[in-house]
């Protein structure tokens, strides 16, 4: 690494200019100034280098020195991950509250990890044993829900000539190779290079959020991508807070950036006291958390996303699922367009720099199933949802419109729906699942045969819905046929009933398949029961006043256990119900 | 402010553009280091330095730059950020928005000076706000409920009461409290008229004594409105975390700050965003309503309340776009109501608590607060459906429960929105909400237990 120095010469917001530098590597690090704070060289013309501040640039004179060590932004990675707390270039926030209480000072630093821990490692390999990028070569309880394996870094490979047991630090190496080469329980990785894989992997399997209507009717894949745009109070965050909550993830990776400090803190103060739904131990013990808020510097909530993406893939190398949830993805556009116009950059739409879908693109893709580096064929899958927040709720914006191209599932939230306090206020008709298709054969071997069928049956009801009630607007309730009138009343129960969801009930806010298809399943049950009886006689009235309609709606209060037997003794009584009602 | 005077003052002007002066061969002048400019006659104003270039610098003039020549006009840096001396004598007085006293009486003996700009808080020492904040208001306390520590903003238009409820706020949130209750105004253009019925209001409240006001009046300097609500938060910070006050802070109006923003952002020549105000519009804001919070293991907390007025109603402007995706949630008022003669115009559909699920429930406010809530909500978005409805297809044309919903939501506007002045306890809005909902029937309430 070349050290090289040189001078500001002018300060502007988060940028700041320098001259006399010898050698200056792009995206390399520097410190800036007196109080030596972060910087990343964004720019270099002739002499001239533009640094982004990692912190705020006041009090920044020109004249003071700037030290550029030829580092890329890079992240450590290890364990002690796992139950933490970083800004935007992986500073501990827990450490730096407890060095200078309720406000983060100028300049304050502290390693992302602690490297004086020690940790109990059990070795899987042994003297001898040739070990290549990828492999395990040991294991750490990291906290009781995960264990953290430590792997060969990309580019390292060779005959282990020596390797530890038991209590290691990270200060420590653990494993030596041939020709003195050490692998330690650390190691570093650049933010914005995507980490190596060995293969990427079709989407198969479905990312269970435990949500009705994202995993019936708008699934995303394992690897894949989900973008949840919506206005102010259109509940995104709610979303990512429950999927970061109940999904059925091995590890999430919440990356608040420019969004809200008292949503954080609730987050903080819930995950360890919320049992995850798979172990029944805390949630933060598989979480890791890098926050920057929106008061925070503005160069640091741009680094954040890659920051959250970089760990996110650490963890998938290592064979697990993770969920990467970036709320919202729009600040950090934003910090990239307030960056760009500090640049001078010719402004693109919005005045967004005119890379913006490009590097979009590039985060989106460091999504999906992989089979990770590693002589074992491991695979891991790294899912990424992120909210985006459109100004006006206007989803013309190229915020908006550029994360449609790279997204494999849109989750549209609507003002109108989150105003008559309908969650998750889903549009599901402006909404969509390009990975139906390929998760199809998984709907039917691992849920029901005909869930694929009932599925596109509710798509059915619900447009005929939308349909029925453009009509009613012109003519009224009372001129509809009674035939459409019950298909409007199945379809306000499907959407009362089934697409309807409490994050903060107990019992309703994480929904098995099992569930989702028994309340499917009697919700068609009664429009058919319903249908055979109108067509019998009886009258509408008679139908619609019968309470069995309530207690679908109430379905959604049954625990997941049992609950096919559950739905099986509904179905029944749905039909004795409809076979007793008397005829005009 | 102190000054240096071993300091070189700089006769360097070299143009001066709106606001802005431009000074050449400055050396050591750092960014928001603030300074003083000396006109030919001796008028002194005060600038600040928003960007260096070389040993060109960029000074924004509080005072604004009429009478400023190039030749005479001197610039003398002081080595100094952006502060305010701060102390609990500052209760009771009014000053003006850069926080110098206005109401005749003696200067102010800080005992501390902070930075106007605070430092972020950090997430990890972010206590949960959770403590309910009995408003007395109903569409607030029983819908959109406020915790102590939130940022809730008010969206009001042109001629809306938006300021009478935020006194009436201001006014009952304090019987339940203790001593320890503090509110600091700061007010950003608005008319000297405004001013006085603030004073009047908060005298008539017996209030004052416990009171900070800044205000900067219409006629007042445009910029100085840039360094009035952070010179509020400092206060606000400085009692709640140095001194356990629980401060309320009633910002308004926030548009005109934004336009100050905005007329910055165009004298310095930067790409305008949308409706051409700063691309950094969002951060800036979030820098002063993220200050609202509360902190582990102290005492006070900082609740704010931003008043800002909708240009033509239009929600999707950019202040209240902006706004609302910062702060935890909205207080929308509605012209319709108003028209109507109703008091406080609480449009509650498109309102917003975001905090309100930590601050309800059993040993908060009452056990099944939110289902109450949810219902009013449900049966209010119908209503105010077959409202709608009503004006195509006629009364005729509804059913029987299609009626009964359209009733329910005249009902709701008049006696629960409709409070008038009323001081209404939790209890008192949550039975009201219970009443009012019989009219609704049973089994169409589904959200009912």
Redesign the interface.
Known sequence: MKETRGKI?????PTV?VKGMAGPVMNTVCLVGKQGLLGEIIRIKGELVTLQVYE????????EEVISYGIPLSVTLGPGLLTG?FDGIQRP??K??QA???????GIKFEALDIDRLWEFTPLKKKGDFVEPGDIIGTVQETERIVHKIMVPPGQSGTITEIKTGKVSGAEYVCMLEKGKFIGLFQEWPVRKPRPFAAKLPPSTPFITGQRVFDTLLPVAEGGTAIVPG???TGK?VVEQSIAKFSRSDIVVYV?C?E???????I??DFPALKDPTSGLPLSLRTVIV?N??????AAREASIFTGITIAEYFRDMGYSVAMLADSIS?WA??L??IS?RL?EM?GE??FPPYLATQLGIFYERSGKVRCLGTDNRTGSVTVISAV?P????FSEPVTQASLRFAGSLWALD?DL????HFPAVNWLASFSLYQAELNDWFVSEVAEDMVKLRGRLYSLLRRQTELRDI????????LQEADRLTLEVANLAT?AFLKQSA?SEVDAFNTYEKQYGILKSIFTFMESAEAALKRGVYIETIL?N?IR?RI?RMKEFPNEGFSKKAEEMMRDIENEFTMLEEK | MTIDLIKREYRTISSISGPLIFVEKL???????MCVVELADGEKRTGQIL?????TAIVQVLQGTSGIDSDASSVLPTGE?ARIGVSKELFGRVLNGFGEPIDGLPPIIPDEYLDI?????????????DFFVQTGISAIDGLNTLVR??KLPIFSGAGLPAKELALQIVRQAKVSEAADFAVILGAMGITSREGFFFRKSLQEAGALERTIAFINEVSDPTIERLFTPRIALTVAEYLA?EHGYHVMVVLTDMTSYCESLREIGSARE?????RSYP??M??DL??L?????R??G?KGSVTLMPILTMPDDDI???IP??T???T???IVLSRALHRKGIYPPVDV??C?S??M??GIGEGKTRDGH?TIS?QL??AY??GMDVRR?VT??GEE???DL?RKYLAFADEFERKFVGQGEADRSIDETLDLGLELLKSVPE?EA?RRK
């Open positions: 010469y002018g300060v502007a917001g200019l705020d640039t006041s009090g920044i004179s020109v004249g707390i926030l827990e730096i509250r200078a209480g309720g406000f983060i000072t100028r206005g102010f109070g965050t608040g420019g809200r400090g008292n949503e954080m803190s609730e903080l103060s926050v808020t929106s008061n925070m510097p503005v600040r934003e910090a367009r307030e116009s001078e402004p919005e005045g927040s100004p006006g709720g206007d003002p989150a105003y008559r306090r009613i607007q012109i003519i009224g309730v009372e001129a009362e903060f006043e309470p309530g709606t | 050396s050591g002048g750092s960014l928001g280091e960007q260096l270039m070389g040993t950020t700009n605070g430092l972020p808080m950090n997430p990890a020492a972010r206590e949960k706000p520590g939130q975390f930067e790409i305008p965003g949308r691309g950094y969002y951060t979030a820098t309503y993220e200050r609202a919070g902190l582990k102290k999707t402007h950019p776009d902006l609302g995706y910062i935890e949630g909205q559909l498109p917003l975001r905090l699920g930590l939110r949810d909500y449900s978005a119908r409805l195509i297809v044309g509804l059913s299609d089994r589904v």
